[in-house]
């Protein structure tokens, strides 16, 4: 089958890399080796081998295929050849110029080298008598082998009305066994039937039994439905009491709350009440000291108005009436009362 290769582009794709990409077609049964790429460029050959990057190289019919060489020196125009095997070398049209532009596809067929054996056949090529006489020996080889198996074939041939014989016995014997047989089926036969029946009644016991247990599964889901739903309904409920539960607690704690402060309220407006009383009670008793007492410090002012206030210590005994010795205490009261208020003062200053 004849190799070609289908040139997608041969092309620079840089001052130093040359890049050829195409498909392959006829690959069956070939091997590839590193490609490479014979250049002549300027009357001076050059080999390149292609760069490991696109390692490994072998080829799918039909699908892309890439190889790339570096090129050291200036383009110019070269000739260049692709060898990917012992038989196996293209010659490429020349590189375009112009880099990563496709160029027009063209198929290229390998140009095999001739084999020793089809070089021999063309410088000499075989007689015809050789090759018709080869032929006659080997139908005589077979002819030979044929005559070998003659004797075999012989004692074959004499067994054949042996064989014959212990065929018509074999038949004969098959007829009894098949006779036996029918007549054991005959016996058989009502055996036969009482277990067909058995079995039926077995068949129709086992339907049964399938029912109930059908009914039964079904009874059974049906059950689980249920429970299922009531365990529901128990979790709902449990679940309405709980919160019933904390609903009611934070009442009953909101509730001792607000009765904690009114009796907390209560006891302080009784407290106030009783503290209101008791100002009421020492005010009415003030007040009933204050007119008890009027009588005697209108006596006393009219004494400290009738004698004056510095003749009043000096008034003797025999002289002092009841109303001078009502103002003459008052007066010592007065000092104390001025004493002591001198002394606590002086006390809080000191502390």
């Avoid at 050849?81 to 112009?98: I, M, N, W």
């Avoid at 067994?159 to 007549?183: I, Q, S, Y």
């Avoid at 004056?308 to 002289?319: D, Q, S, V, Y």
């Amino acid at each position: 089958m004849t190799v070609e290769f289908e040139v997608e582009r041969f092309e620079w794709a840089a001052d130093d890399r040359l890049e050829l990409e195409g498909r392959w077609f006829g690959l069956r049964g070939r091997r590839f080796i590193r490609p490479t790429l014979d250049v002549e460029v300027d009357g001076e050959s050059r080999r390149l081998l292609a760069l490991m990057e696109h390692k490994p190289w072998a080829a799918t019919d039909g699908e892309d295929w890439l190889a790339a060489f570096a090129w050291e020196g200036d383009r110019g125009e070269i000739d260049a050849e692709l060898a990917v095997g012992p038989d196996l070398s293209f010659e490429l049209p020349r590189p375009d110029g112009r880099a990563r532009r496709k160029a027009s596809r063209k198929r290229l067929v390998a140009r095999e080298q001739p084999s020793p054996e089809d070089e021999v056949t063309r410088i000499r090529p075989p007689d015809k008598r050789i090759a018709d006489l080869e032929a006659q020996a080997a139908r005589v080889s077979e002819l030979q082998a044929q005559a070998a198996r003659v004797p075999e074939l012989q004692a074959q041939a004499a067994r054949v009305p042996l064989l014959e014989d212990e065929l018509a016995r074999l038949r004969a014997e098959l007829e009894a066994e098949r006779a036996a047989a029918t007549g054991a089926a005959d016996e058989l036969r009502p055996k036969l039937a009482e277990l067909q029946r058995r079995l039926d009644a077995a068949a129709s016991a086992r339907d049964g039994a399938r029912r109930q247990a059908d009914e039964a599964t079904r009874e059974r889901y049906e059950a689980q439905g249920a429970l299922a739903a009531a365990e529901r309904e128990l979790a709902r409920a449990v679940s309405e009491r709980d919160d019933l539960r904390t609903s009611t607690s934070a009442e009953r704690r909101e509730l001792r709350r607000e009765r904690d402060v009114a009796v907390t309220e209560r006891d302080a407006a009784v407290a106030r009440l009783e503290e209101i009383r008791r100002e009421r009670d020492q005010a009415r008793l003030a007040r009933d000291a204050t007119r008890a007492e009027r009588p005697q410090l209108e006596g006393v002012a009219e004494v400290v108005r009738r004698r004056g206030p510095r003749k009043l210590p000096w008034i003797g005994r025999a002289e002092r009436t009841g109303d001078d010795v009502l103002a003459l205490r008052f007066a010592a009261l007065v000092a104390l009362s001025v004493v002591c208020l001198l002394v606590a003062i002086w006390i809080l200053l000191a502390a």
